[in-house]
C-alpha cells in the first residue's frame, strides 16, 4: 500500500486559513489502512480544524466525505456536487489523490493533509515499513522476495557493506540489513549460489532516470 | 585583464566554449587551449555537455588554465548531490578555478548514459544557494569552512519560444541574479533584431548579459536547429545563404562573425560555440573584426 502520515496541524491551519468553507476529503483505499486519511481521520482532522478556528474566533465550515478511490477520476467525479460549496479542498488522499482533485477541479485550491510517505507493508498493528521503490524492474526474484533498493540503506546490489552488524544495518539497530535477510533466505530455500551471482549496475531508466513515467495499455486504453 | 574585472569594468568578453574529452587523450584539448589563448577572454567548460559522458569540467578547466588560459566551468545537480557538489567547488576553488555557470542539466534520458541514476539533489536555485553559502564561509549544513572560497558565478537562461516563456525565463533569471548570479548567458543568438528587443528587457536585471554564437556548421545542422529549437529564431534566410554558398563551412564562419560584430553594442560578451571547431575560433573572430 501507498502509506502516508498526517501533516502536522499547524501546517494544515495555514493552507486553509484564508478559506472559511472548506471541503475535506479522505480516501478509503491505502490511507484508510494505514490509518492517515480515511473516513476515521476526516472526521478527527474536522473536529480538530473547527476547534482550532473556534478558538480564534472563526466559524470555519467543514465538509467530510470520503471517496471510495481518489486517484480515480471515476470517483473523483463524486465531488462535483459539493465543490461549489467549497472554497478550496483539504485532501487526506496520497499524492496521487490530491493531484487528481487538482487536475478535475481546476479553479479549487486543493492542499494535501498527509506526507505520502512509502510504499510498504504492515509489520503489526500500528506499525509499517518499506518495501518497494517502484524501480521498474523488479529484482525480487533473484535476491529472495527481499528488495535491496527500498529496504538496504545503500541501495546495494552484491552483498552487504561493512556496516552489517549481526544482522542489522549499521544506520540504525531497529533496522534489518537487508542482505541479510536476503541471505538467509537464499539460505533456507537452498539457492545460496545464487546469492553469488554478480547483479550488474541497474539500469534505471525504468525508475525514475526516464523522468516522469506512465503505463499505457494498448489492449484497455481508450 | 582576469574575466571578473573585464565584467567589473564593462569591457566586452569574449568566451569559446571547449569541451573536454571522452578519454584521457588530451592532446587536442591542450593544443586548442594554447591555439585561443590570447584571442579569448575564458574558454568555458562545458560539464558532461549534452549528457555525454566526458572528463569533468573541472579537470578540463585546470588543464585550460595550465596552459594559460583563464576557465570558466558549467555546475549542475543532476549528477551530483549536494555533498560532492559542495567537495568540488571547494576543490575548483583550491585549484584556481575563479569562475563558475550554474546551468541546467541535460535530461538523462538524451544523453549516451540513460540507465544512469539521476540525482537532482540541488536544482539550480538550490546551487546558488549553495555556493553563496560557501562563499559566506558556511556549508550547506551550517557547519563553518576552514577558509571559503570566491568565485564569479553566471547562471543561464534557457531557449523560449515565446514572449510567454521568455518573461518565465527572464522571471527564474532575476530569482537566480538575487541569489547571487552576477553575469547571465543567453541561449545562441540567430536573429539580431529579436535578441535586441530582449536585451531590452533583461536591462532589468542589471547584470552583464553574455549572448552565445553557435557556430553553424552545415546546413543539415540549421535545418535541425530552425525545426527543433522555435525559441532560435533560425531563418529559412539564414539556412539559404549557406545552402547556396560555394563553402559552406566558411559562410557558418561568416554568420557568427557578423552576429559577433553587431552584438557588440547589445550585450556585454559573447560566448561562441564552436562545437569541436575550435580552430575555426580565430576565423570567427577575424569575421567580427576582433
Known sequence: ?222 | MSFEKRLQSGEFVVLAEMNTPKGVDISRFMTDARRIKGRVDAAVIPDMDNGVMRMSALAGGVLAQQQGLEAIIHVYGRDRNRMALQGDLLAAHVLGIQNLIVVPGEDMANGDHRDAAVVDDLDEMGLLNAIAALQDGKDLAGFGLDGSPKFTVGCSLAPAADEKAMAAELAAAREKVAAGARFVVTPPVFDVDRFAEFAKQAESLKVPLIATIFLIKSVAVARYISFNEPGAHLSEEMIQRIRKSSDREMEGVKIAGETIAKLKQMAQGVLIQTMGWEHRLSAILDAAGM
Open chain 1, 1 to 222: 500500500m501507498i502509506t502516508a502520515e498526517r501533516k502536522p496541524l499547524e501546517e494544515i491551519i495555514a493552507y486553509v486559513r484564508p478559506f472559511d468553507r472548506i471541503l475535506l476529503v479522505g480516501c478509503n483505499e491505502c490511507v484508510t489502512v494505514c490509518a492517515a486519511g480515511g473516513r476515521k481521520e476526516v472526521g478527527i482532522l474536522s473536529s480538530a480544524l473547527q476547534m482550532a478556528f473556534l478558538k480564534q474566533g472563526k466559524n470555519l465550515q467543514v465538509k467530510e466525505h470520503t471517496l471510495e478511490r481518489q486517484c480515480d477520476p471515476e470517483y473523483v467525479e463524486e465531488l462535483s456536487s459539493m465543490i461549489d460549496g467549497a472554497d478550496a479542498v483539504l485532501s487526506m488522499a496520497c499524492g496521487c489523490g490530491v493531484q487528481e482533485v487538482a487536475r478535475r477541479y481546476r479553479d479549487k485550491p486543493v492542499f494535501p493533509a498527509v506526507n505520502t510517505t512509502f510504499m510498504g507493508a504492515s509489520e503489526r498493528q500500528g506499525v509499517w515499513a518499506e518495501r518497494c521503490q517502484g524501480c521498474g524492474d523488479c529484482l525480487l526474484g533473484i535476491t529472495g522476495g527481499i528488495c535491496p533498493i527500498a529496504r538496504c540503506s545503500k541501495q546495494l546490489l552484491n552483498g552487504p557493506c561493512g556496516g552489517s552488524t549481526h544482522g542489522k544495518c549499521e544506520i540504525s539497530p531497529d533496522v534489518d540489513c537487508a542482505w541479510q535477510l536476503i541471505w538467509d533466505r537464499l539460505k533456507a530455500l537452498g539457492l545460496e549460489n545464487r546469492y553469488e551471482e554478480i547483479i550488474p549496475a541497474k539500469d534505471w531508466r525504468t525508475g525514475r532516470g526516464g523522468g516522469p513515467r506512465k503505463i499505457i495499455r494498448e489492449d484497455l486504453a481508450e
